[in-house]
Nanobody, 120 residues
Framework: QVQLVESGGGLVQPGGSLRLSCAAS????????MAWYRQAPGKERVLVAA???????NYADSVKGRFTISGDNAENTVNLQMNSLKPEDTAVYYC??????????????WGQGTQVTVSS
């Protein structure tokens, strides 16, 4: 069994900061990639940031320069440091990981999501 649990969401004022964390537990052979997505009410879930096992990163244009993704494969965790938050960043944030359960068995996993609200 593999589970992903997010933490760190909450209410913050515009211009403030939050740090999201996601930890995976269970029988994990290796992690290929880790990512953060977000979904606002009535909208599609979109990629915010991603990091591969090689350390390569990718960010949505809307968060470049403000958000930083980092991961620790040894600890099976991924973090998202969010600075200079804007009201339009308000959404449920989900972590996702591509995980090898064993050689040749690969599955994408999702966390339950954590609410981030940016408002005065």
């Amino acid at each position: 069994q593999v589970q992903l649990v997010e933490s760190g969401g909450g209410l913050v004022q515009p211009g403030g900061s939050l740090r999201l964390s996601c930890a995976a537990s269970g029988s994990i052979f290796s992690i290929n990639a880790m990512a953060w997505y977000r979904q606002a009410p009535g909208k599609e879930r979109v990629l915010v940031a991603a990091i591969t096992s090689r350390g390569s990163t990718n960010y949505a244009d809307s968060v470049k320069g403000r958000f930083t993704i980092s991961g620790d494969n040894a600890e099976n965790t991924v973090n998202l440091q969010m600075n200079s938050l804007k009201p339009e960043d308000t959404a449920v944030y989900y972590c996702s990981m591509g995980i090898y359960l064993s050689r040749g068995i690969y599955t994408n996993y999702w966390g339950q999501g954590t609410q981030v609200t940016v408002s005065s």
